[in-house]
């Protein structure tokens, strides 16, 4: 079974081929229903490679294959319809509209794609509930916690139920209480089966929850580590473990 997201050979080099290598020949696959960290530090490539997948950029050379779609051969009306069905976004500073309630925030993806009505705002209503912030659907975002805008974002880019959730540093402007709920939501839409590819330079968050956690550096993959089970579920799973021995 192929790989849901399949680099072959890419690379980045910015102004017009003669200037930065921001990605040096990469080669990887990322499977369906996994959790798959990239991190490095600044100028490692990291960014650039997610906006590949995202196909906000095109890539120099090699091919990027994500869903089935060689991405760096569509146009940009095809693009666009690839990026609303298949991708959902999550940020570091959320890009919420401040002008709409919670629920059109979540609501407007699902509409732009053409979703009946009733699908639309049944799916946002569903996603507001999982995500524990339903009671909120009709207040505005500036009126919320961090936390809570990032749960909203995160809903908004479930919306029209993407084959990949993409997080570029989703707890990088939160506090560490609130960062570590918004990557436990994540890792339990994880467990769900949604595949989920997570920018961060944070190495003990990467460890704490993804499955798999790739690491670059000037621009080419160094290590690439498949955790058995991530630190967090390990701990809950001994925490349970103790229980019932308590029992």
């Not at 080099?13 to 530090?41: C, D, K, R």
């Not at 407007?108 to 909120?136: F, H, N, S, T, Y």
């Amino acid at each position: 079974m192929s790989d849901l997201i399949e680099l072959s050979q890419v690379s980045k080099i910015y102004n017009g081929g003669a200037g930065q290598t921001a990605l040096a020949n990469v080669s990887l696959g990322i499977p369906a229903g996994q959790f798959a960290a990239i991190m490095g530090p600044s100028g490692s490539g990291k960014s650039t490679l997610l906006n590949l997948i995202a196909g906000l950029d095109r890539p120099t050379r090699g091919e990027i294959r994500v869903d089935g779609v060689s991405v760096g051969t569509l146009g940009e009306t095809a693009l666009a319809r690839y990026r609303r069905r298949r991708l959902g976004f999550v940020f570091q500073f959320f890009h919420l509209l401040n002008q709409l309630t919670v629920f059109d925030n979540v609501v407007l993806p699902a509409q732009l794609a053409g979703v009946k009505p009733r699908e639309a705002r049944a799916r946002a209503r569903d996603l507001l509930d999982r995500l524990g912030i339903v009671e909120k659907a009709n207040e505005y975002p500036e009126r919320l916690s961090g936390g809570q805008r990032q749960r909203v974002a995160i809903a908004r880019a479930l919306v029209n139920q993407p084959a990949v959730l993409l997080a570029d540093e989703p707890t990088g402007a939160l506090d560490s209480r609130s960062g570590d709920q918004v990557m436990e939501l994540l890792a339990g839409l994880n467990r769900t089966g949604q595949t989920v590819v997570l920018v961060t330079h944070d190495a003990p968050l990467a460890a704490a929850y993804a499955t798999r956690v790739i690491s670059l550096r000037d621009g080419r993959v160094v290590d690439d580590a498949q955790l058995e089970q991530p630190a967090v579920q390990a701990a809950s799973d001994l925490l349970h473990l103790h229980s019932e021995e308590a029992d």
